[in-house]
């Protein structure tokens, strides 16, 4: 069964500074997508970034990276120059591709406060 | 504004009450999914819509009832709630073809459904 684990329950950060939230994942399946996910007090989820299991490089979205060590199956992620703008509740998730990628399960979050 | 609407924002019911949710979607997106969120917790898939057509069903009571009129359409039927169906309940979209696995859902903003 797959497993996404999320340790961190909230983090601090000064603004202006980055930050790293960790997600290690475990799955059977060779052929899998890592996702994060911003979901802000308004309640809305906001895709950020991409990660596929056979991708040979790490994902980049503008002040957004994924940090990808599929051996230790960990796909951290990294917010650059953090703005106040950027405290919320991050998911890392993963979607099974095997099975048509239907099914995405998320770990349990980790909340960001940016500090001015 | 999000490209997937929910209606309505916010819902206050009775166990003896009927009630829909309703979410529509305008991206052309093939496959579209209910969400429920309970507060501090991770989204828990309940129900997705491959094509029009139920594909998976995480085993929800079946005092929720989905529905798929079009490509554009889902609903979530209430019939019966009990106060523990009190959540946030998410929509969300995406490309139902399999080449597009690497982009991200689109959520809308959700339902905040209490029972009373």
């Known amino acids: 069964a797959q497993k996404i684990t999320q340790t961190q329950p909230g983090m601090f950060v000064q603004e202006k500074e980055a930050v790293t939230l960790d997600c290690t994942y475990d799955?059977?399946?060779?052929?899998?997508?890592l996702f994060w996910y911003k979901q802000p007090s308004s309640g809305e989820m906001i895709f950020l970034i991409y990660?596929?299991?056979?991708?040979?490089q790490n994902a980049t979205e503008g002040r957004y990276s994924l940090n990808f060590q599929k051996a230790r199956k960990s796909a951290n992620l990294v917010i650059s120059a953090s703005q106040l703008g950027d405290s919320a509740m991050y998911f890392c998730?993963?979607?099974?591709?095997?099975?048509?990628?239907?099914?995405?399960?998320f770990g349990a979050g980790t909340r960001l406060f940016v500090k001015a | 504004d999000t490209e997937v609407t929910q209606t309505p924002k916010h819902l206050v019911m009775g166990m003896t009450n009927k009630k829909s949710l309703k979410c529509e979607q305008h991206?052309?997106?093939?496959?579209m999914y209910w969400y429920k969120q309970k507060a501090k917790k991770p989204p828990e898939l309940m129900f997705v819509?491959?094509?029009?057509?139920?594909?998976i069903n995480e085993s929800v009571p079946s005092r929720f009832s989905p529905e798929c009129p079009n490509s554009s359409l889902l609903n979530l039927h209430l019939h019966a709630l009990q106060p523990e169906d009190s959540a946030l309940y998410l929509c969300?979209?995406?490309?139902?073809?399999?080449?597009?696995?690497?982009?991200?859902?689109?959520f809308g903003s959700g339902t905040r459904l209490t029972v009373v």
């Open positions: 819509y491959s094509y029009e057509k139920l594909s």
């Open positions: 998730a993963m979607r099974d591709l095997n099975t048509g990628g239907f099914k995405t399960i």
């Open positions: 969300a979209s995406s490309q139902g073809d399999t080449g597009f696995k690497r982009h991200g859902y689109t």
């Open positions: 990660q596929g299991s056979y991708d040979q």
């Open positions: 991206m052309g997106h093939r496959a």
């Open positions: 799955t059977s399946d060779p052929s899998y997508g």
